[in-house]
């Protein structure tokens, strides 16, 4: 079982429409959670951290459900700038390094 | 947009040629990495660096080495390249190592071994 599971995708959803993404981690000991973003043959970026309260920056809203150890983005009102691969990551509770999940696909249609 | 550069950003060798990549960075962060991307596998930590002469491996190191011998230059060497280690390569760095602490990362290398 992978440290980091993420519905591949791809998303396929409209201007304007508000799409979510979960994350599955394996480690009950990890501590810390992020969400980047990757476009299409360039180096992540980081979108966004994920705390246990959830948080919030614009359009977008992170969650954290440590019980059933899940991570979520919420985008509202979908731009087509936001097409892109959205990486969950998490850090690893024993080394301490960052675990990167596969990505998911959003492709936003105009 | 954090200092960070990459060479070559593509390149094309043989199985069993040496290749050395390079990661020069601007900031003078402590901490720098090299990941490889693969289709359907997460970035993979191959080596990382926490000082001049201070490296470590990460969780796909076999095949691989590395060298830091000043701040700002972390060089990443195939010593007999395969064509398992075609892939894009991400370096990145960081200020400070920490868990929360954010990883910056440069444009790749696509390396293609024939």
């Known amino acids: 079982r992978k440290e980091v599971e993420q519905d591949p995708g791809p998303f396929n959803v409209p201007e304007g429409a508000t799409v979510a993404f979960n994350c599955t981690y394996s480690?009950?000991?990890?501590?810390?959670f992020f969400w980047y973003r990757q476009d299409c043959r360039k180096e992540p970026k980081l979108l966004m951290s994920?705390?246990?309260s959830g948080n919030e920056d614009g359009r977008f809203t992170a969650q954290l459900n440590r019980a059933s150890q899940y991570i979520s983005l919420l985008i509202r009102d979908s731009k087509l700038s936001d097409s892109a691969t959205y990486l969950c990551?998490?850090?690893?509770?024993?080394?301490?390094?960052?675990?990167f999940g596969t990505g998911t696909l959003l492709a936003v249609q105009p | 947009d954090a200092g960070i550069t990459q060479s070559p950003r593509h390149k094309v060798t043989e199985t069993g040629t040496p290749v050395t990549l390079r990661c020069h960075q601007t900031?003078?962060?402590?901490?720098m990495y090299w990941y490889r991307q693969d289709p359907g596998h997460g970035l993979r930590l191959i080596h990382y660096?926490?000082?001049?002469?201070?490296?470590d491996k990460g969780e796909v190191s076999d095949g691989y080495s590395v060298s830091r011998s000043k701040t700002e230059d972390f060089l990443l060497t195939l010593e007999s390249a395969t064509s398992s280690q075609t892939s894009v390569y991400f370096c990145?760095?960081?200020?400070?190592?920490?868990?929360?602490?954010?990883?910056?990362f440069g444009p790749g290398t696509r390396l293609t071994v024939l």
């Open positions: 990145a760095i960081s200020h400070s190592g920490g868990g929360t602490d954010t990883q910056y």
């Open positions: 480690n009950s000991a990890s501590q810390s």
């Open positions: 660096s926490y000082g001049v002469k201070d490296t």
């Open positions: 900031e003078n962060h402590r901490y």
């Open positions: 994920v705390y246990s």
């Open positions: 990551v998490v850090l690893g509770g024993a080394t301490n390094k960052l675990i």
